[in-house]
T-cell receptor, first 113, second 110 residues
Framework: EAGVTQFPSHSVIEKGQTVTLRCDPI?????LYWYRRVMGKEIKFLLHFVKESKQDESGMPNNRFLAERTGGTYSTLKVQPAELEDSGVYFCASSQERFYEQFFGPGTRLTVL | AQRVTQPEKLLSVFKGAPVELKCNYS??????LFWYVQYSRQRLQLLLR??SRESIKGFTADLNKGETSFHLKKPFAQEEDSAMYYCALSPSGGYQKVTFGTGTKLQVIP
């Protein structure tokens, strides 16, 4: 069974541009999470979807970030416009039930120049 | 506010030596504590959680509520233990929103 997949693996963009990250959870997992690790800092929670609904988006840094999960399958995280401080690794995780183990994807490394 | 502190960015030990990765936390309540590991070129994965009280790959972690610590220990380090280790917590009742520490890189010297 395929694990959580993320696309792209690496993205390099210029400040002010838009980038969309995609996450495909493990099939059948209703819970989907986004995290990010900014250089030298801890991995931080961004938001949690249950199916297509946002359960908790308390970690979203500002309104330049927009997460969607149409149809309750894959999710996208759009950054518009990107700023230098958005550089980091963005992780996606999924779990079958809310209280079950979260399985992580390989991450997308975003570099904003 | 919940917080996880891992004071060491890098820990180098010789093969066969004991390992202790330190973790302290702050949380108003009784959180669930975890250790995650990321081996080179692999994804982040759960190593162990405190409520299961199990030993995984020879690692154990004891929750000390008085000292708010959850240190990870292994009596004899192996080369394959070299990896990045993250201590983490979530609200009582399960995984949900996980708060991570900054991580400790364990380097086992042959």
């Amino acid at each position: 069974e395929a694990g959580v997949t993320q696309f792209p693996s690496h993205s390099v963009i210029e400040k002010g541009q838009t980038v969309t990250l995609r996450c495909d959870p493990i099939s059948g997992h209703d819970n989907l999470y986004w995290y990010r690790r900014v250089m030298g800092k801890e991995i931080k929670f961004l938001l949690h979807f249950v199916k297509e609904s946002k359960q908790d988006e308390s970690g979203m840094p500002n309104n330049r970030f927009l997460a969607e999960r149409t149809g309750g399958t894959y999710s996208t995280l759009k950054v518009q416009p990107a700023e230098l401080e958005d550089s980091g690794v963005y992780f996606c995780a999924s779990s079958q039930e809310r209280f079950y183990e979260q399985f992580f994807g390989p991450g997308t490394r975003l570099t904003v120049l | 506010a919940q917080r996880v502190t891992q004071p060491e960015k890098l820990l180098s030990v010789f093969k066969g030596a004991p390992v202790e990765l330190k973790c302290n936390y702050s949380y108003s309540g009784s959180p669930e504590l975890f250790w995650y590991v990321q081996y080179s070129r692999q994804r982040l994965q759960l190593l162990l959680r405190h409520i299961s009280r199990e030993s995984i790959k020879g690692f154990t972690a004891d929750l000390n509520k008085g000292e708010t610590s959850f240190h990870l220990k292994k009596p004899f380090a192996q080369e394959e233990d070299s990896a990045m280790y993250y201590c983490a917590l979530s609200p009582s009742g399960g995984y949900q929103k996980v708060t991570f520490g900054t991580g400790t890189k364990l380097q086992v010297i042959p």
